[in-house]
Each structure stands twice: as structure tokens, then as C-alpha cells.
Nanobody
Framework: QVQLVESGGGLVQAGGSLRLSCAAS???????MGWYRQAPGKQRELVAVIISGGGTTYADSVKGRFTISRDIPTDTVHLQMDRLKPEDTALYYC?????????????WGQGTLVTVSS
């Protein structure tokens, strides 16, 4: 059974750091993994994505502060979040894109809450 397990959310003061992790299991081939977030009253938005070749994409709002990385042997993606701001407060969702016999499939984690206090 395909599964995503997230960890690492919590409460931190502005300027602090957090590290999110997401482990995928039972997925033979992964095309991309990443993180999206959704703040109250707002739409879900891309935070950072890493593709199978190692290329990365970041939202402009997090460039220079967040770093995404992937541990290939364990299919785990990490999001190191530094210099956090109150506007980073959101529910963060892990995301994975993988091929199936029919078409590419997306899968989402259950979400982990990040709260940044001012």
C-alpha cells in the first residue's frame, strides 16, 4: 500500500527553524516529491518541489530561507525551514508524483501544522 508519513511540524518563534520530513513507502518510481501549504482562508500553494533528477523549485516567498532535499534510499524528502516568519504559518502537506500503468498519480500526506509566533 502506498503511504506517506509526515513529521516535524510544531510551534516556533519568528526567526527560528523547523525541519519537516516525509517518508514515502511502496512507490517503485518517484517523479517528484515536495511540499505545499495552506494557510487559513487561503488556497493551497507550492512551497518547494524536488524532481527525480535533483532539480528544485521554490516559491518566491521562501527562496533563500527554505531548502528541500531528498534521501533516495529511503524515499524521504526533507524541508529545512530557516528564518521562519509568522506568514509561514500553515498546514504543510507532503506531495509525491509517481507513474502508474494508466497515468501519473498524485498522492498527499495528511498535513503537519507549522505555527510561527511573532
Amino acid at each position: 500500500q502506498v503511504q506517506l508519513v509526515e513529521s516535524g511540524g510544531g510551534l516556533v518563534q519568528a526567526g527560528g527553524s523547523l525541519r519537516l520530513s516525509c517518508a514515502a513507502s511502496n512507490i517503485p518510481i518517484i517523479k517528484s516529491m515536495g511540499w505545499y501549504r495552506q494557510a487559513p482562508g487561503k488556497q493551497r500553494e507550492l512551497v518547494a518541489v524536488i524532481i527525480s533528477g535533483g532539480g528544485t523549485t521554490y516559491a518566491d516567498s521562501v527562496k533563500g530561507r527554505f531548502t528541500i532535499s531528498r534521501d533516495i534510499p529511503t524515499d524521504t524528502v526533507h524541508l529545512q525551514m530557516d528564518r521562519l516568519k509568522p506568514e509561514d504559518t500553515a498546514l504543510y502537506y507532503c506531495y509525491v508524483l509517481f507513474p502508474t500503468l494508466v497515468a501519473d498519480r498524485e498522492m498527499w500526506g495528511q498535513g503537519t501544522l507549522v505555527t510561527v509566533s511573532s
